[in-house]
């Protein structure tokens, strides 16, 4: 069984930045890839970004390329995902999730954390 943790969620201005931060425990040796999706109100959860367990592969969502960057630590058993030029349509809960194999849009993760809420006021 795997943990995920999430952190770093808030409420920040259009244009701002924000960094979640989410860290896994437990069976961490067979984690492969780990990612971020986020579900706005009334919407279905979407993919948002994904990353490799050697951060060789990395993938992102085509509404947050070149506005948000995945990263992790494997040391820290941390994966990271640095939002900048925030916007109001990013607002949602951002979930964290592991899975062992390379996570992209269509795959279902194993593993979920609890969700950290960002709100971007306009």
């Known amino acids: 069984q795997v943990q995920l943790v999430e952190s770093g969620g808030g409420l920040v201005q259009a244009g701002g930045s924000l960094t979640l931060s989410c860290t896994a425990s437990g069976r961490t040796f067979t984690i492969y890839g780990m990612g971020w999706f986020r579900q706005a109100p009334g919407k279905e959860r979407e993919f948002v970004a994904s990353?490799?367990?050697?951060?060789?592969?990395?993938y992102y969502a085509d509404s947050v390329k070149g506005r948000f960057t995945i990263s992790r630590n494997n040391a820290k058993n941390t994966v990271y995902l640095q939002m900048n030029s925030l916007k109001s349509e990013d607002t949602a809960v951002y979930y964290c999730?592991?899975?062992?194999?390379?996570?992209?849009?269509?795959?279902?993760?194993?593993?979920w954390g609890q969700g950290t809420q960002v709100t971007v006021s306009s």
């Open positions: 999730a592991a899975h062992p194999g390379i996570i992209v849009v269509v795959t279902t993760p194993d593993y």
């Open positions: 990353i490799s367990w050697s951060g060789g592969r990395i």
